[in-house]
């Protein structure tokens, strides 16, 4: 017999849900009292949340509890990052129907300790309700070190445009998931086949944490994680900073060649349908949700492991904002297209 969550008290519960835990450096008292103690050497903290929804941030025909604990995690994480902070402590706020198998909460809870355990984060702490469908909130805090934190605000005209993480794959695993024509097991973690890395980028991201405190270090202008898209997300460091942003073409090709192979399955070559590379470009322009880190430099500096300069940022000449090779990207279908 299948063990359900209203097969259990709260206690009981919280018994098997709680030891899966990460615990952290920075913990001093973790779950089991009132509330956590989290120490702050830095004497400021970094603090961000985020929710997920079932059936509007995910489903959970797709996603394992595994997949849903990664990804909560992982755009958190990736918020703190963006700052260039290191992740420390994440409050769990869950609720879950009383149907749910157990099981799948303990998959949540291994899924939030395999994306922190990079970064020496714990969940220190939340609280469990009962709901009419799976919601995930996390609250994520963490250290600067005693760097400044990078805001949007900073790019100045003659910075180089920056990016880490991959581009465009989590659209592409989503747009192959809902045509039907890849099933989420292929995306499964150790999954090897052609569109692994497409359905289990979309399922279970995996932000670059270290390169937001590489970039903090380097003298980074103005940083976020692209959660919305890259032409999006670079539009809100332009409009932040005052400046325009211009993106080169020739430097988008590789993300381009990453993600065509998702593009070629799902087809396209009639008159109605774009073509297969019009397809990958809109991911990578438009596709959301991978949690790669953008970022400006000063030109003088050597960018950090891990990232790929992408363009450049030029005084302001009035909307828009941002262009690829000097002109308005003709697609930019992806903005919200791919919203799961
Ligand atoms: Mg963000």
Redesign the pocket.
């Given at each position: 017999m299948t063990l359900r969550v209203r097969d259990l008290d709260e206690s009981g519960l919280l018994a098997r849900f709680v030891p899966l835990l990460p615990g952290g450096a920075a913990t001093i008292v973790g779950p089991g009292d009132d509330a956590a103690v989290v120490a702050a050497p830095d004497g400021r903290y970094v603090v961000s949340t985020d929710v997920l929804v079932e059936d509007l941030h995910f489903r959970r025909r797709w996603s394992t509890g595994y997949d849903v604990g990664v990804r909560a995690a992982a755009q958190n994480l990736?918020?703190v990052a963006?700052m260039g902070g290191r992740p420390t402590a994440l409050v769990v706020g869950l609720a879950v129907p009383g149907d749910l198998e157990v099981a799948w909460v303990e998959d949540l809870a291994r899924g939030l300790a395999d994306a922190c355990a990079p970064v020496g984060a714990a969940v220190v702490g939340g609280d469990l309700s009962g709901g009419p469908v799976v919601m995930v909130s996390v609250a994520v805090h963490g250290d600067l070190g005693g760097r400044a934190p990078v805001l949007r605000s900073g790019a100045r005209p003659g910075d180089v445009v920056a990016h880490a993480g991959v581009r465009g794959r989590s659209a592409a695993g989503l747009a192959l998931l809902e045509a039907g024509v890849v099933s989420p097991e292929e995306g499964a973690p150790g999954a090897a086949g052609p569109y692994a890395a497409f359905v289990g980028g979309f399922l279970r991201p995996a932000p670059p944490l270290a390169a937001g405190i590489a970039a903090d270090d380097a003298g980074a202008t103005a940083m976020?994680?692209v959660?919305d898209g890259l032409l999006r997300d670079a539009g809100r460091i332009a409009a932040a900073s005052g400046v325009g942003i211009d993106l080169d073409g020739g430097a988008l090709a590789p993300y381009v060649d990453d993600v065509l192979a998702a593009a070629v399955r799902l087809g396209g070559s009639s008159a109605t349908e774009p073509r297969a590379v019009d397809r990958a470009l809109a991911w990578v322009l438009g596709g959301g949700e991978d949690h790669g880190l953008l970022a400006t430099f000063p030109p003088e500096v050597t960018l950090p492991a891990g990232f790929e300069a992408i363009g450049s940022v030029l005084v302001a000449d009035g909307a828009p904002r941002v262009t690829v090779d000097g002109a308005v990207p003709a697609d930019a279908r992806g903005w919200d297209h791919f919203r799961a």
């Open positions: 990736a918020d963006a976020l994680d959660s």
